[in-house]
């Protein structure tokens, strides 16, 4: 609430491992402040259900002049999961996004855990919009 009192007006938080929810306020003239509470884990070694993967935030401002304040147009997000393989004797990590079709390096378990990973997400994010 601070950071909100004071004038920022998009904030993205990032540490608590886990993606938590996003608020959007908006009113007639538009979206006045959005909040992403934690954007979960980019790339971790976490593979826990709910740390084992991450959100990419995305938001689109505009000014019309130099002089007059920054809109914010839109916001929203895409999800990433952290796929862990073994190969060759080392451990290696692949970022998946959610939304590929095509997962031909992904067995079953891994696709399930990815599937679960955007199901609690978009449960979680529906709460804050």
């Not at 306020?25 to 991450?54: A, P």
């Not at 990973?117 to 449960?123: I, P, Q, Y």
Request: proline fraction near 4%; include cysteine.
């Amino acid at each position: 609430d601070f950071l909100l009192r004071n004038g920022v007006r998009i904030i993205i938080g990032h540490h608590p491992h886990v993606v938590q929810p996003v608020v959007v306020e908006k009113g007639e003239d538009g979206i006045h402040n959005v909040v992403y509470y934690s954007l979960g884990n980019f790339v971790s070694n976490q593979q826990r259900r709910h740390t084992d993967g991450g959100m990419l935030a995305e938001i689109v401002i505009s000014r019309k002049e130099a002089d007059s304040p920054v809109v914010i147009e839109s916001c929203d997000y895409s999800l990433v999961w952290v796929q862990k393989l073994r190969r060759h004797g080392k451990v290696d990590f692949r970022l998946i996004p959610s939304q590929e079709e095509d997962r031909p390096s992904m067995n079953e378990e891994d696709k399930q855990k990815m599937n679960n990973f955007v199901l609690d997400v978009e449960r979680i994010v529906q709460q804050g919009l």
